[in-house]
């Protein structure tokens, strides 16, 4: 499914330049779940941005699919993350003042869909990550993991291919992390691609591979 071939990438300009990524080449299949590891600096969250088409490669090839996503433009991004990426994040970014149901709506309302369809899809998002009875509660009414949960949920709404994940226990106990974790087992036994940076061994072991990072490069994968 996801193709990376010789991807560098740099920060800066001219003699002030600093390589991030380095000649990486990966691949993911269709179905995968994968973790990427590494020291501050390795280079792991650059390269989830830009599997997460949130960052431009300088150099290489990148392949989802039949689709060569180095040659699209912002828009033509846009519309393939709309369509075939979900996002969860440490932070949760759910926004303050709306419930948890309106926080999932949000990526139909984005993609143009009509309410009724939206709240319809909403609920049954909400029900999957057992927060059918937290459907009317903002964020602050939430434990950190329920907040998680929507995150989840929102990132599931558009049905994706490919789940997107940085650092989602990092701001929860071990025991609510763990859960999370089982959690998206489940979500890749149905078939979801995760593809998630964690700097946790005992995170990352709920991985199929674990990739590790050094220096820009990919030292090693390691299958579970």
Do not use: W
């Amino acid at each position: 499914m996801i193709e990376l071939i010789n991807v560098s990438k740099a920060y800066g300009s001219d003699e002030l330049s600093v390589p991030v990524l380095k000649d990486v080449c990966l691949s993911i299949p269709k179905g995968d779940f994968i973790a990427i590891m590494g020291p501050s600096g390795s280079g792991k969250s650059t390269l989830l941005n830009i599997i997460g088409c949130l960052d431009s490669l300088d150099a290489g090839v990148y392949q989802l699919g039949r689709q060569r996503v180095d040659l699209l433009d912002e828009d033509e991004l846009t519309q393939l993350r709309l369509r075939h990426m979900g996002f969860v994040f440490q932070m949760f970014n759910l926004i303050p003042r709306f419930n948890a149901l309106r926080n999932v709506e949000l990526p139909m309302i984005y993609a143009g869909m009509q309410p009724q369809q939206r709240i319809q899809k909403a609920v049954a998002a909400l029900s999957r990550v057992g927060l059918q009875d937290r459907l009317n509660h903002i964020p602050a009414k939430l434990s950190g993991g329920q907040q998680q949960r929507v995150a989840i949920a929102r990132a599931l709404v558009n049905d994706p291919d490919i789940i997107i994940a940085d650092e989602p226990t990092g701001s929860l106990d071990t025991k609510t992390g763990h859960e999370i974790m089982k959690l998206f087992q489940t979500l890749n036994r149905h078939g979801k691609t995760i593809v998630m940076v964690t700097h946790e061994d005992n995170i990352a072991a709920y991985a199929q591979r674990v990739a590790h990072m050094r220096d820009g490069v990919i030292t090693d994968i390691v299958r579970h």
